[in-house]
C-alpha cells in the first residue's frame, strides 16, 4: 500500500508538470519535443496515480 505522501509527491509532480507545459504554450516558438515529452509524463503519473488509487481503495 503506497503512503500518503507518496501519493501527494505525484499529484505534485503531475501540477508542475501542467503548469511547465502551459509556460512552454506560451512562448511563441514553442519547442514541440518537450512540450509532447512533458505531456508523456504527465500522463505517466496519471496512469500511476489511477493505479495506486484503485490499489488502495480495493
Avoid: F, W
Avoid at 501527494?8 to 519547442?31: C, F, G, K, T, V
Avoid at 518537450?34 to 490499489?55: F, S, V
Amino acid at each position: 500500500m503506497p503512503s500518503v505522501s507518496y501519493i501527494s509527491a505525484l499529484e505534485r509532480r503531475h501540477q508542475m508538470l501542467e503548469q511547465e507545459i502551459d509556460q512552454e504554450m506560451q512562448y511563441p516558438s514553442q519547442d514541440g519535443l518537450k512540450i509532447q515529452e512533458l505531456k508523456r509524463k504527465k500522463l505517466e503519473i496519471k496512469d500511476q496515480l489511477t493505479r495506486l488509487l484503485r490499489e488502495t481503495h480495493h
